[in-house]
């Protein structure tokens, strides 16, 4: 089974703090995504990468940045976390091409 | 821009009848389609897709159909069980967009006794 690890389920952190999301598959799968959920919005994409090193913003890269070094592994980085940025962020994968994302459990970040 | 959108925000149904989830979708260059289950507390899950050479894809106790004519993409759970209790998602592939999805907002889908 393709099993995406989230490092954390919940994080509290302030505002103005830089913050790591970060994002591990186990599939050897060449596309990461990373999204944030909303009440009423669904997923929304933020960035995502087809390759190691390569990175695309998504619908709402404002405030975010990523970086893959590896094959296996996505961060997100919230370089000056804000109260807007409150929400629940999902990793997925898929392989190269176009095909079925596979989501991690969540972390659901709370900015206080 | 364009998006997948459903009609039904909240959907109940009894234990043992059949649930319809219903999704449009505005763009006509869309080739490929996913629902996926979110439970409480988890990340989606993959449950069928269908391609749009395709206008029907069963699975187990799951079936999706996809009208290309009026956009239309359904999702049918036969014989729904309390453990469909969740919130369903359908996605669209949109040619030329690599392996993008474009998610609706989601159906909640409430299974009573």
């Known amino acids: 089974d393709v099993k995406v690890t989230q490092s954390s389920r919940y994080l509290v952190k302030r505002t103005g703090e830089k913050v790591f999301l970060e994002c591990v598959q186990d599939m050897d799968h060449e596309n990461m995504f990373w999204y944030r959920q909303d009440p009423g919005l669904g997923l929304r994409l933020i960035y995502f990468?087809?390759?190691?090193?390569?990175?695309e913003k998504g619908d709402i890269p404002e405030g975010y940045s990523v970086s893959r070094e590896k094959k296996e592994r996505f961060s997100l980085i919230l370089e000056s976390a804000s109260t807007n940025q409150t929400s629940m962020y999902l990793c997925?994968?898929?392989?190269?091409?176009?095909?079925?994302?596979?989501f991690g459990a969540g972390t659901r970040l709370s900015v206080l | 821009g364009e998006s997948v959108g459903l009609h039904l925000p909240t959907l109940s149904v009894q234990e043992g009848d059949n649930s319809i989830i219903n999704c449009a979708y505005s763009n006509s260059a869309s080739d490929y389609f996913i629902w996926y289950k979110q439970e409480s507390g988890k990340g989606p899950q993959f449950i069928i897709d269908i391609r749009s050479n395709m206008d029907k894809r069963q699975g187990q106790r799951v079936t999706v159909l996809l009208n290309k004519t009026v956009k239309h993409l359904s999702l049918q759970i036969a014989a729904t069980q309390p453990g469909d209790s969740a919130v369903y998602f359908c996605?669209?592939?949109?040619?030329?967009?690599?392996?993008?999805?474009?998610f609706g907002t989601g159906t909640r889908l409430q299974v009573t006794l």
């Open positions: 990468s087809y390759d190691v090193k390569m990175k």
């Open positions: 996605a669209e592939n949109i040619i030329g967009t690599a392996s993008k999805l474009t």
């Open positions: 997925a994968s898929s392989p190269g091409g176009f095909g079925i994302q596979y």
